[in-house]
C-alpha cells in the first residue's frame, strides 16, 4: 500500500500489514496482526468519537454545528429565491430542510407560471395550493386586474396555463409515465455509489431513496435538481468505514407537490472474491486484498482517493 506522490501511509496501517494481507491473498491475517488490528481499530473508534463530542461541544457554545444545515437554511430563507434554495439542496440534498426547501422551490415555479399564463384561473389555482404563501396579496390583486381587464375586452398574456400543466402532469403521473427507468447504480473505487437514471419530462426535482433494506422500510431521502440524473451517495462505506452492504436505492419525479411512482430498485453489494482471485467492485482478476476497503481489488479499483483528497494506491 503506498500513497501515490510520497511516502506517508494510513495510521494503524503499516507497509509490513499490508504486504501481509496482500501476498497470503487472505482476508485473515496472523494472530498476532489480527490483535494489532484490533487494537488499532478500538483506537481509531475511540478517535472518531472523541472528534465528535468535540464538535459537538462547540456547536453548544455557537461554534459549529453537528448537523450542519441550521446556518445555510437561514441564509437561504433570508435570501428567500429559488437560485438560493437551490444552492442550499446541492450543499445538505439530505439535509433536515431539503423538504421544506423543495416545497419553496416548487412554490416560487407555481407562481411564476400563473404570473406567465396571467388568468384568473390560474392565480386561483396558485391561492387553493399555497394559501400561506407570502405572494397571496400579489395573486388577489392580480385576480382583480385580471377580472377588470376580461369585463373591457382587453388581450390576455400567452403564458403557459398552470391548470393544463397541472392536468397534463397528473394525467401521466395517473398513465405511471412519470416514474424514472433505467435506474442504475455501482460501487466506485472509493466505495461511494454512483447511481444514474433517466430525465422525466416536466420534472422539478427527483427523490432519492436509499436503504439497507429491499422493502425501503428504513430509508434515507436525498433530493436531486431536475438538472441532474446522476448522483454519487458518498455515505456507503466498507470496512473500516464502518457502513454495511448491500444498499438499495430507487428514485422518484416531483413536481408542484406531487410524485410519480417509485422506479424500480437497484442495489449495490460486493461480489463473490472467489477465493481471492476476483475484484469484489467488478469482477476482474483480483491484484491483491485492500485492508483499508477491506475488499479484493483489480488492477484498476486498486486506485481511490481518500475524503480527504489524498490518491492511494492499495494493494
Not at 118 to 145: C, G, R, T, W
Not at 221 to 234: A, H
Not at 270 to 276: A, E, R, V
Request: hydrophobic share 30%; proline share 4%; charged share 25%.
Amino acid at each position: 500500500m503506498s500513497i501515490l506522490g510520497g511516502s506517508a501511509r494510513p495510521r494503524g496501517c503499516s507497509h509490513a500489514h499490508a504486504r501481509t494481507r496482500v501476498s497470503g491473498r487472505t482476508p485473515f491475517p496472523s494472530s498476532q496482526l489480527q490483535e494489532q488490528e484490533e487494537s488499532d481499530e478500538r483506537g481509531a473508534q475511540m478517535s472518531v468519537k472523541l472528534v465528535a463530542m468535540g464538535l459537538c461541544m462547540a456547536a453548544t457554545l455557537g461554534l459549529t454545528g453537528c448537523n450542519g444545515d441550521g446556518s445555510d437554511w437561514k441564509k437561504a430563507q433570508e435570501t428567500n429565491t429559488t437560485d438560493g434554495y437551490n444552492a442550499f439542496l446541492a450543499k445538505h440534498p439530505e439535509g433536515e430542510h431539503a423538504g421544506a426547501a423543495v416545497k419553496k422551490i416548487e412554490e416560487s415555479d407555481f407562481w411564476k407560471k400563473a404570473q406567465e399564463a396571467d388568468n384568473f384561473d390560474e392565480y386561483e389555482a396558485f391561492l387553493v395550493k399555497y394559501p400561506q404563501s407570502e405572494h397571496v396579496a400579489a395573486a388577489i390583486d392580480a385576480m382583480k386586474h385580471v377580472g377588470d381587464r376580461d369585463w373591457k375586452g382587453e388581450s390576455v398574456s400567452q403564458g403557459e396555463s398552470v391548470s393544463n400543466r397541472e392536468s397534463d402532469w397528473k394525467k401521466a403521473q395517473e398513465a405511471d409515465k412519470l416514474t424514472p427507468e433505467g435506474v442504475g447504480c455501482s460501487l466506485t473505487s472509493e466505495m461511494t455509489v454512483s447511481l444514474y437514471w433517466s430525465p422525466v419530462a416536466g420534472a422539478i426535482y427527483y427523490r432519492i431513496d436509499s436503504s439497507p433494506q429491499a422493502d425501503f422500510a428504513n430509508k434515507r431521502t436525498i433530493w436531486v435538481s431536475s438538472s441532474s440524473t446522476t448522483y454519487t451517495d458518498p455515505k456507503v462505506r466498507q470496512g473500516r468505514y464502518g457502513a454495511k452492504l448491500p444498499v438499495y436505492y430507487r428514485v422518484a419525479a416531483r413536481r408542484d407537490g406531487e410524485e410519480s411512482k417509485p422506479s424500480a430498485k437497484c442495489v449495490v453489494q460486493l461480489l463473490p472474491s472467489k477465493g481471492g482471485s476476483r475484484c469484489q467492485l467488478c469482477g476482474a482478476p483480483a491484484v491483491g486484498y485492500c485492508e483499508l476497503r477491506d475488499v479484493y481489488v483489480c488492477s484498476h479499483h486498486r486506485f481511490f482517493t481518500s475524503d480527504e483528497g489524498t490518491r492511494w494506491e492499495c494493494p
